[in-house]
């Protein structure tokens, strides 16, 4: 389930047309947490996800190395302990 909504929502943000990263990150966390992120957590996730693109572990073209980015860190807010359990 995680690993097929990760893949769904990467989709959708890579998909956002002329958006930059910091806009991204700002949709996927409206979308799992409904809130906006910090500006560390913008900062970090943008390094992540640049780190893993840019890293060549996925094979395929970089737009297919992008998604396989923006998926991985899909999947981290989507197995994040703010996601799973309402205070």
């Given at each position: 389930?995680?690993?097929e909504?990760?893949r769904e929502?990467?989709?959708?943000l890579?998909?956002?047309?002329?958006?930059?990263?910091?806009?991204?990150v700002?949709?996927?966390y409206?979308?799992?947490?409904q809130?906006?992120?910090s500006?560390s957590?913008?900062a970090r996730a943008?390094e992540?996800?640049?780190?893993l693109?840019?890293?060549?572990?996925s094979?395929?073209t970089?737009a297919?190395q992008q998604?396989?980015?923006w998926?991985s860190?899909?999947?981290?807010?989507?197995?994040?302990n703010?996601?799973?359990?309402?205070?």
């Amino acid at each position: 389930l995680v690993a097929e909504q990760s893949r769904e929502l990467a989709t959708q943000l890579v998909a956002m047309p002329n958006a930059a990263d910091d806009t991204r990150v700002r949709r996927a966390y409206e979308l799992a947490f409904q809130r906006e992120p910090s500006s560390s957590e913008i900062a970090r996730a943008k390094e992540f996800v640049q780190q893993l693109a840019a890293s060549g572990n996925s094979t395929g073209t970089a737009a297919e190395q992008q998604l396989a980015a923006w998926r991985s860190f899909c999947r981290t807010l989507l197995a994040a302990n703010e996601f799973l359990f309402v205070e």
